[in-house]
């Protein structure tokens, strides 16, 4: 099946600065990779996702690489403010006959200090 | 109400106990699923269901019941429960895999 690792487990920035987030995954069959935030207390919330057909994506403040060669992807958050503070997890999904399934990394909590 | 709704939020019991989770979303996805999360793992997978058909259980003990109606709700049946089944469950849906989207979990503390 499907392994995601997610790098680095805890990221402190200073707010204003840009954070990134890396992952890796193990099947070349993933095409659909998407990323999502965990506030405290809260379910994850969809921040933003890419298809396989696609090497980047930007919205706003964040984007999205990815690089199917060497399967790997990373989310970049610029001008990061308090508000990111948050655990952000990235995903990826292999299509299959019954609807795709995410897998999720590990997790990565970002702390963005004033 | 739109989104994927969870409830109770927050359920402690006893490990003699049975108690249900609901799930409700209206998004008009045709596939749900639970999830585990606890503080040393990641989000684990437990169920799957597309157009209320259970297409997934991953290895999931028997003390955890799903059951799914109809498309828009979901539920976790849930007996004999141990201390290690702890957990924040999170409750999903997806239109075929795609746009997930989760509740808000309810927070489990077995006693």
């Known amino acids: 099946g499907e392994n995601v690792e997610q790098h680095p487990s805890t990221l402190s920035v200073q707010e204003g600065d840009s954070a990134v987030i890396k992952c890796t995954y193990s099947?070349?069959?993933?095409?659909?990779f998407p990323w999502y935030k965990q506030e405290l207390g809260k379910g994850p919330q969809l921040i933003i996702d890419?298809?396989?057909?696609?090497g980047e994506k930007k919205d706003q403040r964040i984007a999205v690489t990815l690089n199917k060669t060497a399967k790997h992807f990373s989310l970049h958050i610029t001008e990061t403010q308090p508000e990111d503070s948050a655990v952000y997890f990235c995903?990826?999904?292999?299509?299959?006959?019954?609807?795709?399934?995410?897998?999720f990394g590990g997790g990565t909590r970002v702390l963005v200090k004033p | 109400e739109t989104g994927v709704t969870q409830t109770p939020r927050h359920l402690v019991m006893g490990m003699t106990n049975k108690k249900s989770l609901k799930c409700e979303q209206h998004l008009g996805h045709n596939a749900m699923y639970w999830y585990k999360q606890s503080a040393k793992k990641p989000l684990e997978l437990m169920f799957v269901y597309n157009f209320k058909e259970q297409t997934e259980n991953n290895s999931v003990p028997s003390r955890f019941s799903p059951e799914c109606p109809n498309s828009s709700h979901l539920f976790l049946h849930l007996h004999t429960l141990q201390p290690e089944d702890s957990a924040l469950y999170l409750c999903a849906s997806s239109q075929a895999g795609y746009g997930y989207t989760f509740g808000s979990g309810t927070r489990l503390t077995v006693v």
């Open positions: 099947d070349s069959a993933s095409n659909y």
């Open positions: 995903a990826a999904s292999i299509p299959q006959a019954a609807g795709n399934k995410l897998t």
């Open positions: 890419i298809r396989s057909n696609v």
